[in-house]
């Protein structure tokens, strides 16, 4: 197994694994407080990073793609995922309303998690197309 399918593996099955613990949560507080919406949020936005994590580890692996490119893609996206996850997370923990206009620590690190998703995932489209 390659070290970008590792990353892209190890870190999907931790933000999934991370996705469904917040939704026990979600469903612990729900039943005290209905409006927990920045938690639902976390939630799912977990839920869909570890899917599709998951699904570009599967991606790769079909296509047999290795070598340094691979796994500094695999590398720049698990950051920027993990970012994302971060600044969600942070923004329930914080309470924050309104992430924009607060500029927010979370807000913050959404914004930052773009600059190594972004180029992670084109690096790694690049990959996987040319080697179909």
Not at 12 to 33: D, E, P, Y
Not at 109 to 130: C, D, K, W, Y
Request: net charge neutral; no cysteine.
């Amino acid at each position: 197994m390659t070290t970008a399918i590792q990353l892209l593996l190890i870190y999907g099955m931790i933000v999934l694994l991370l996705g469904f613990t917040l939704g026990s949560v979600l469903g612990a507080l729900r039943s005290k407080q209905p409006e927990v919406r920045k938690l639902a949020l976390a939630h799912v936005e977990t839920l869909m990073q570890g899917a599709m994590i998951l699904g570009v580890a599967f991606a790769v692996s079909a296509t047999g793609w290795d070598g340094t490119l691979a796994t500094t893609g695999a590398a720049l996206l698990v950051a920027g995922s993990a970012m994302q996850a971060a600044g969600v997370t942070l923004n329930w923990i914080t309470k924050t309303g309104d992430q924009f206009a607060e500029k927010s620590p979370g807000f913050i690190l959404n914004s930052l998690s773009s600059f190594a998703s972004f180029p992670g995932l084109i690096i790694l489209a690049f990959g996987i197309f040319t080697n179909l």
